[in-house]
């Protein structure tokens, strides 16, 4: 493949930099500490056309490329994983379910709001007792007198809970098999938890939701049913490439400020970057990084161009997990003390990291993805 970027990708990266820095940067840590959801980030998010990035024009979105939104998320995980994680779950998890398996109807009435970024979307898969193995779904969705009436409950929604989502994309079971159903937010039955507190992505939405004879008209399915088991695959490959361009986000930003303090912090007369540990520690890094990046576009240029990525984008999401988990470790140690700190911006990337090692499929669960692909 080609690493030279399009100048439509390099302005995309250019943009999202400046914002990152200008907007993002002077109010992530504020965010964090006080686990607020950042608003007025998304509706400035929406206004520079993010929100719906790899959305076609004609519904309302930017009609960018894969490798363009990948770069979108990395530039703004290397500042803040809550807002990246808020864009990329709307977009990779709430939208592309509509894109992808809705009728052209349902594709004119619901992508307007989402790919502008009026309104949110989420997705609900994991549910208390179907995590990794997601198709053991217990929600239910019967069919009566023209409504699905659906039972259960999902855990860990990301974006379910906030002022302007407008929905979730479930699965449930629909008899023997699995289907896809939208259920927006305000429908009688459908209760969303107050938001769970967490180690990290503490300025994102996540929510417990539970369904009690919630009931949502026959049209609210996606695409066919039972196709439900098949399509949330290819939208978790799909999102695989979001999360592993964060990891490449995050290890940037743990490299960039680790960087910066060893050139800063004395130690024995001299920077501590003089030391030959401290060197080594960001070469690898700096290695790693480009390593990582190789693979998230190339992931996302093979899903650009039509062709299978789906183990490239495990093999993607595996390394950058690992990857981002080595060097915000190693970024924070060469801080010393300082990195422990609440206030330092290292601490929040290090306990932003983890998630990035269990969202959209487990490290484990990722093996056993690229395992199945080369034929194990
Ligand atoms: C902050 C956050 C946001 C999230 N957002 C969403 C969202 O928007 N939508 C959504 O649907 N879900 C979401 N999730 C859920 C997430 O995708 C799951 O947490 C993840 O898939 C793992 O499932 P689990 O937590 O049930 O762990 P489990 O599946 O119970 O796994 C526990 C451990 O066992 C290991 N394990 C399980 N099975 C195997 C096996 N066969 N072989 C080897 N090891 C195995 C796992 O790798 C893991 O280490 C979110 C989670 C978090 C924490």
């Not at 997705?123 to 990794?132: I, Q």
Request: one cysteine or more.
């Amino acid at each position: 493949m080609d690493f030279d970027l399009t100048s439509e990708q390099e302005l995309v990266r250019d943009t999202v930099r400046t914002f990152a820095r200008e907007r993002i940067e002077p109010i992530a840590a504020a965010l964090d500490l006080e686990g607020r959801f950042p608003y007025e980030l998304v509706s400035e998010l929406a206004e520079l056309g993010l929100m719906g990035l790899p959305i076609p024009e004609e519904y309302g979105g930017a009609g960018g490329d894969i490798v363009s939104y990948a770069i979108a998320i990395e530039e703004l995980t290397r500042i803040d994983s809550s807002v990246a994680i808020t864009m990329a779950a709307h977009t990779s998890l709430g939208t592309m379910p509509i894109l992808l398996y809705g009728t052209e109807e349902q594709k004119r009435r619901w992508l307007p709001d989402l790919a502008t970024g009026r309104r949110l979307a989420a997705f609900g898969l994991t549910e208390p007792d179907a995590g990794s193995d997601a198709g053991a779904t217990r929600t239910t969705a019967e069919l009566r007198d023209g409504s699905w009436v659906i039972s259960g409950s999902k855990l860990f929604i990301t974006n379910a809970g906030t002022d302007i989502t407008w929905g979730v994309t479930i699965t449930a079971r629909t008899g023997d098999e699995i289907s896809n159903i939208v259920v927006e937010n305000g429908t009688p039955g459908y209760v969303i938890s107050a938001p769970m507190k967490k180690l990290g992505w503490r300025a994102s939405d996540t929510r417990e939701l539970s369904f009690e004879d919630c009931t949502v008209p026959e049209g609210n399915l996606l695409g066919e049913r039972g196709a439900g088991f098949r399509q949330f695959l290819e939208i978790l490959d799909g999102g695989r490439i979001s999360v592993a361009a964060m990891g490449v986000g995050l290890a940037q930003g743990a490299y960039d400020l680790a960087y910066a303090y060893a050139k800063e912090r004395e130690q024995f007369g001299k920077p501590i970057a003089s030391f030959q540990a401290i060197r080594f520690k960001l070469a690898d890094m700096a290695t790693e990084i480009e390593a990582g990046r190789a693979l998230v576009y190339k992931a996302a240029w093979l899903k650009d161009h039509g062709r299978a990525f789906a183990r490239e984008a495990a093999m993607a999401k595996l390394y950058t997990g690992e990857l981002s988990s080595r060097v915000a470790s190693a970024a924070l140690q060469i801080h010393g003390g300082f990195g422990y700190m609440e206030e330092s911006a290292i601490s929040r990337l290090y306990r932003d990291q983890k998630i990035l090692e269990i969202g959209e499929g487990t490290n484990e669960v990722q093996r056993m993805v690229i395992a199945r692909h080369l034929g194990l």
